[in-house]
C-alpha cells in the first residue's frame, strides 16, 4: 500500500464557503491554517494507523503458520513484534497533532506542522517495507526454509526501527517558538 497521494491539499483545498469567509478576519485566518494543517495529518495518521493494521495481520498469520509447523524457535521474538506492533499502532492513533493553547507557554510553529506532516508521509515507506519482509516470510514459511530466524530478526529489526523513528516525532513537533 503507498502512501496516500496529497491529504493535506485536499483538506486544505475542500474550504466550505464559511470556511473561506473566516480566512478574511484578520487574526483569524493563521488559527484556521493550522487547524486545517492539524486535520490533514490526523487524517494521514489515521491512514497510515490502517496500513500498520494490515502488516499486523499479516504478521499473525505468519506466526499462526509458524505455530501450525511447529517452528517453537521463532515464538519469543514473533511475540515480541505482535506485541511492539500493537504499542505502535496505538502510539499512532493517539499521536498529538501539534494542539497548542493560546495562551500555552509553548506554541507550534505552522512550519513545524508541515515537519510533522511530511515526517508522517515518509513513515508510509518503512510500513510498505515491514510489509514486504513479512510477505517474504510468510513464502519462507510455507517453502519451510531455513532463512526463517533471519528474517524474524529482520523484521523485528524493521518495527524496533519504525518504533524508534516515530518516537522522533515529538523533536519535530516540538520545536518552540
Do not use: C, H
Not at 485536499?10 to 480566512?23: C, D, I, P, S, Y
Not at 491554517?33 to 495518521?45: M, T
Not at 503458520?65 to 517452528?71: G, I, Q
Not at 532463512?147 to 518504533?163: C, M, R, S, Y
Amino acid at each position: 500500500m503507498a502512501a496516500p497521494k496529497d491529504v493535506k491539499g485536499r483538506v486544505m483545498g475542500n474550504k466550505r464557503f464559511l470556511e473561506q469567509l473566516e480566512t478574511w478576519v484578520p487574526g483569524f485566518a493563521g488559527y484556521k491554517e493550522k487547524e486545517l494543517r492539524r486535520e490533514a495529518d490526523k487524517l494521514l495518521r489515521m491512514k497510515l494507523a490502517g496500513q500498520l493494521k494490515e502488516v499486523d495481520s499479516k504478521i499473525d498469520a505468519a506466526y499462526g503458520d509458524m505455530v501450525d509447523s511447529k517452528m517453537a524457535a521463532q515464538y519469543s521474538a514473533m511475540n515480541a513484534i505482535t506485541a511492539l506492533m500493537d504499542k505502535i499502532i496505538g502510539k499512532v492513533e493517539m499521536a498529538d497533532y501539534g494542539y497548542a493553547g493560546f495562551f500555552s507557554a509553548i506554541k507550534i510553529k505552522e512550519d513545524a506542522l508541515d515537519e510533522v506532516y511530511e515526517f508522517d508521509m515518509a513513515l508510509f515507506k518503512d510500513a510498505n517495507e515491514m510489509g514486504k519482509i513479512v510477505d517474504g516470510l510468510a513464502s519462507e514459511i510455507t517453502d519451510d526454509s531455513a532463512g526463517i530466524p533471519k528474517t524474524v530478526k529482520e523484521l523485528k529489526g524493521a518495527v524496533n526501527d519504525f518504533d524508534k523513528k516515530f518516537d522522533q516525532r515529538k523533536d519535530v513537533l516540538l520545536r518552540l517558538e
